[in-house]
């Protein structure tokens, strides 16, 4: 059965949370993205500027194109390399994660907090935490920050500026999915006055791309397939190619987009083979399918109009399941 969203908590309740907490650890999504870090390390800099102790918890590495943020902050594989760092917290803090799944081997640990706290945009979180604030009408996890922090009336310093507009802009395909509003470009122009460095946000997340990723692109967008009457493109990258052309699996970012670009595209479905049993799934559409009800379907979510799963089975079963999950929803839309 669905499981009922929880009613928002306030700014004013999500604030005192943050105030009385002497050492915090945030927690982001895995497969980490220009939002949940944003969000994370302006978050983490706003927390220790009050003095306190914070820190922000990954089981993976940065990706190269957003080592521009305050990494510094980070603990990479916190659970091998920096137990005594965890010890004491007293608040586990979700940012950009619409359930305890997507922190992945991180699960258990945010669980386990003395007291747990979430900060999120997903339409489909239900409010995991003890104390949750989703804004569902916020392009990023990161708007819903910058009206945390203004809600504080805590100074965002450019540092911090630079970061949570990483979030905005990325989280928003620079501003062109339909969730902006003019509420997110009021809040971006304020982030400008707030020094926001945007031309270093536009060259490192997306004027700094390494040979082997333009090639790689290339080699994925060769092979893209169409179907359902042409309504839906599908690609995807094996570990076999990556291999090959010695490149990463963060190099493949932004190819979702390219499949949604196509004219006369809904759907776009990426799928990335991790290992021989997991594939991730990344789906988007354009103007009218709801591509979260088919993350749900296997065990994933998101929004209407970009949403992912992780798929447990081969590549080719991921081929073949998504392919029929998408050819049923368009088949549903286009005869009624
Ligand atoms: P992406 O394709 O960029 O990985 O994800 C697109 C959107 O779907 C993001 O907002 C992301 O948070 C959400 N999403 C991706 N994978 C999952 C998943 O496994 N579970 C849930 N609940 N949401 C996901
Ligand atoms: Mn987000």
Redesign the pocket.
Known sequence: MEQKAKKNNTFAEVGKVLEEAKKILIFT?V?I?G?CLGSATALCRMLRNEGKEAWILMDEEVPGYLSFLETDYCLIHPKENHKELLEGADLCFAV????P??FETLRDLFLQGPKTLCVDH?S?NVGFADVNYVGRDCAAAAEVVYKLIRSMDKTIDPVMATAIYTGMVT?TGQFQYSATTAETHRIAADLMECGADFLKVSIEVYQSHTMARVLLKGRILSELELFADGKAAMAYVSQALLAELGATMDEVEGV?EELRGIKGVEYAV?LKEINEDTV?????SKEFADV?AI??QF?????VR?????FKGTLGEARTQLKKAVEEQWKALSTC
């Not at 950009?96 to 359930?99: E, I, K, V």
């Not at 970009?306 to 992780?310: F, N």
């Open positions: 999504h497969q993205d939002d950009d994660c619409s359930d799944g997507r997903h489909t989280d979702v990426f991730r799934v990344s789906l988007r979260s993350g749900k065990g994933g979510g998101g929004h970009a949403s992912g799963c992780t």
